[in-house]
Nanobody, 124 residues
Framework: QVQLVESGGGRVQAGGSLRLSCAAS????????MGWFRQAPGKEREFVAA????????SYADSVKDRFTISRDNAKNTVYLQMNNLKPEDTAAYYC?????????????????WGQGTQVTVSS
């Protein structure tokens, strides 16, 4: 089992920034890929970003590329999502996930472990 706890969400004006954190416990964090997803009201959950176990490779959804940055600190068992130039359409509940590969995360993370989510609201 693995436990994932997100934090850092909140309300911000368009153009602002937030940094989300996801603290992991329960298994060897550094052995697994990590990702962020989001789900807006009435919409399906969508992939946002993923990072390999080493942190050497990252991938992003086109909608957040060049604005969001995923990173990880294996010594702290934590993955981050730095979100800059936020837009109202970024408003959603954000979830972190852990899986065995970034490919599985990009494909939806059906077998992943999930956190409870943190709300991000961007006002215009």
């Amino acid at each position: 089992q693995v436990q994932l706890v997100e934090s850092g969400g909140g309300r911000v004006q368009a153009g602002g920034s937030l940094r989300l954190s996801c603290a992991a416990s329960g298994r060897t964090f550094s052995s697994y890929a990590m990702g962020w997803f989001r789900q807006a009201p009435g919409k399906e959950r969508e992939f946002v970003a993923a990072i390999t176990w080493s942190g050497g490779t990252t991938s992003y959804a086109d909608s957040v590329k060049d604005r969001f940055t995923i990173s990880r600190d294996n010594a702290k068992n934590t993955v981050y999502l730095q979100m800059n130039n936020l837009k109202p359409e970024d408003t959603a509940a954000y979830y972190c996930a852990s899986d065995t590969s970034t490919i599985k995360l990009r494909n939806g993370g059906e077998g992943a472990y999930w956190g409870q989510g943190t709300q991000v609201t961007v006002s215009s």
